[in-house]
C-alpha cells in the first residue's frame, strides 16, 4: 500500500510540473527581414518585461542581456485573437509589426529558456543570433491604443532622432489629407521655429483605417486628429493644426 502511494505522489508530481501549454508568453517586437518570422521580447535588465527607450550613447553591450526568440510562422501555424478565440492571418494579426503586442507562443517541439548576452545591441535594434523555434499555434492579443503609442516611438520617432512627432490622422483622400501632402513644407516650417539643435520636430500623415485597428478611444475618433509624441509616449492631443502650434509656442 505504501508503494502505491509513494508511486500515485510521483505521478501527480510528475503532472503538475509538466511544460506550460504555451511555453513562450512575452510581446511581440514585429518581423525585421523575413515575413513569416518575428520576436518575442520576454525580458531584459535594463527594463524588466517592459521595452524601454535606449540611446546608442548610453547603451552597455557587455552589461546588456536580455529574453527573446526569433518565433517561425509556418503554412500549419494557427494564429489566434486571444479575447475570441478567432483565427487570424499573420498579415493581419499585427504580429509583423513592432507594436509591443501581448502574444503566447505554443512551439514545435522541445523549448529551452536562455537568456543572451554580449550583444551587439539593444533588442529593438539588434536580433542576430537569438534562438528560433517553430509555432504551432500563437495567441495574439487585440490592438489596443497603447500598441499605437508604442508603434510611433519605436517605428516613427526613432527616424527623427530626438524631439517629437505630429502626427496628422485623417482619412485617405480627404481634405485634411490632401492638404498636408500639397503643403507638407509648410507644416513643416510652422514649427521648425520651435526645435532646437538636435530636438526638432517631425510632421507625418497616418491613415485612419490604420489607426482605427488600434481601438482608439472616443475622444480620439474623429478626423482629422493630431497627435503629438514624445520619446516618452503620447504628450498631447489636437483636433485643430492652431492647437498644434500653441502648444509648441508654450512648450518650446
Not at 489566434?80 to 501581448?102: D, P
Request: hydrophobic content about 35%.
Amino acid at each position: 500500500m505504501r508503494v502505491c502511494v509513494i508511486l500515485l505522489f510521483f505521478l501527480l508530481a510528475g503532472c503538475g510540473g509538466g511544460n506550460e501549454e504555451y511555453k513562450i508568453s512575452g510581446k511581440s517586437i514585429g518581423a525585421e527581414e523575413t515575413e513569416n518570422l518575428f520576436t518575442v521580447f520576454i525580458e531584459d535588465n535594463l527594463g524588466g518585461n517592459e521595452l524601454t527607450s535606449v540611446r546608442n550613447s548610453t547603451f552597455d553591450a557587455e552589461a546588456y542581456e536580455v529574453e527573446a526568440y526569433n518565433v517561425l510562422v509556418s503554412e500549419d501555424t494557427v494564429i489566434k485573437v486571444k479575447e475570441t478565440g478567432e483565427e487570424t492571418a499573420f498579415r493581419e494579426s499585427g504580429l509583423g509589426i513592432n507594436v509591443g503586442q501581448s502574444v503566447e507562443v505554443q512551439v514545435e517541439g522541445d523549448f529551452t529558456p536562455e537568456k543572451q548576452g554580449d550583444r551587439d545591441g539593444y533588442i529593438m535594434r539588434d536580433r542576430s543570433f537569438l534562438p528560433v523555434y517553430e509555432a504551432e499555434e500563437v495567441l495574439v492579443a487585440e490592438l489596443e491604443f497603447e500598441n499605437l503609442h508604442h508603434y510611433v516611438v519605436n517605428n516613427l520617432l526613432s527616424s527623427f532622432g530626438e524631439g517629437n512627432l505630429v502626427l496628422i490622422v485623417s482619412e485617405e483622400g480627404s481634405e485634411a489629407w490632401n492638404d498636408f501632402r500639397a503643403q507638407r513644407e509648410h507644416y513643416h516650417q510652422e514649427l521648425s521655429a520651435y526645435g532646437s539643435g538636435r530636438k526638432w520636430i517631425g510632421v507625418q500623415e497616418f491613415p485612419a483605417s490604420s489607426y482605427e485597428s488600434f481601438n482608439p478611444p472616443q475622444e480620439y475618433d474623429t478626423y482629422p486628429v493630431y497627435l503629438i509624441y514624445s520619446g516618452l509616449g503620447l504628450v498631447e492631443m489636437e483636433t485643430e493644426w492652431d492647437g498644434v502650434v500653441e502648444y509648441f509656442r508654450e512648450n518650446s
